[in-house]
T-cell receptor, first 110, second 114 residues
Framework: GQNIDQPTEMTATEGAIVQINCTYQ??????LFWYQQHAGEAPTFLSY????GLEEKGRFSSFLSRSKGYSYLLLKELQMKDSASYLC???????????FGAGTTVTVRA | GAVVSQHPSRVICKSGTSVKIECRSL??????MFWYRQFPKQSLMLMAT?????????EQGVEKDKFLINHASLTLSTLTVTSAHPEDSSFYIC??????????FGDGTRLSIL
């Protein structure tokens, strides 16, 4: 089975940094993906990790430790437009399906 | 790159109507396309996996006769909700992948059945 956990909600101040953790226990692993979803819209791809370590893409970075079944998404220099739900997803190595966590709603305050 | 187009973005129709949703990969050939539905304040639920030229693979609990999927080419998959009823009202989202690249999502279709 697939078990992917992430916090339900987080609140942070504009300009600050927020770290969204994701832990997973899955029957297979072929990468961990982070998506952003604004209310009423479809998800957009942010970042992914297949190997351990840190991937940096502008204000967003994602980290993976496969031995610990752990990842985080780091959002720096928060902007009001970053208020959204952030979805952690693990990809199956055989059929490439994504198993999603429930999502973390981030609210950025002025 | 990696643009996925989904159409229509919104449908409002009467109960009993069949609704077709199109999903196209615009700048790449999709190895696989996926169909999801999402209820308010919930995460995405995978409905089916679609490969070009073969029958779709449906997730447990998804009625294949209710949700018809056709994957006619490497850039086009369609989902038809047959004889839709109010309980089928939802946000339907497709995604596509090429090789080992990440899945990219269409903009979604908000279906409202009256």
């Amino acid at each position: 089975g697939q078990n992917i956990d992430q916090p339900t909600e987080m609140t942070a101040t504009e300009g600050a940094i927020v770290q969204i953790n994701c832990t997973y226990q899955t029957s297979g692993f072929n990468g961990l993906f982070w998506y952003q979803q604004h209310a009423g819209e479809a998800p957009t791809f942010l970042s992914y990790n297949v190997l351990d370590g840190l991937e940096e893409k502008g204000r967003f970075s994602s980290f993976l430790s496969r031995s610990k079944g752990y990842s985080y998404l780091l959002l720096k220099e928060l902007q009001m437009k970053d208020s959204a739900s952030y979805l952690c997803a693990v990809r199956d190595p055989y059929d490439y399906k994504l198993s999603f966590g429930a999502g973390t709603t981030v609210t950025v305050r002025a | 790159g990696a643009v996925v187009s989904q159409h229509p973005s919104r449908v409002i129709c009467k109960s009993g109507t069949s609704v077709k949703i199109e999903c196209r990969s615009l700048d790449f050939q999709a190895t696989t396309m996926f169909w999801y539905r999402q209820f308010p304040k919930q995460s995405l639920m995978l409905m089916a996996t679609s490969n070009e030229g073969s029958k779709a693979t449906y997730e447990q609990g998804v009625e294949k006769d209710k949700f018809l999927i056709n994957h006619a080419s490497l850039t086009l998959s369609t989902l038809t909700v047959t004889s839709a009823h109010p309980e089928d009202s939802s946000f339907y989202i497709c995604s596509a992948r090429e090789g080992s690249e990440p899945q990219h999502f269409g903009d979604g279709t908000r279906l409202s059945i009256l």
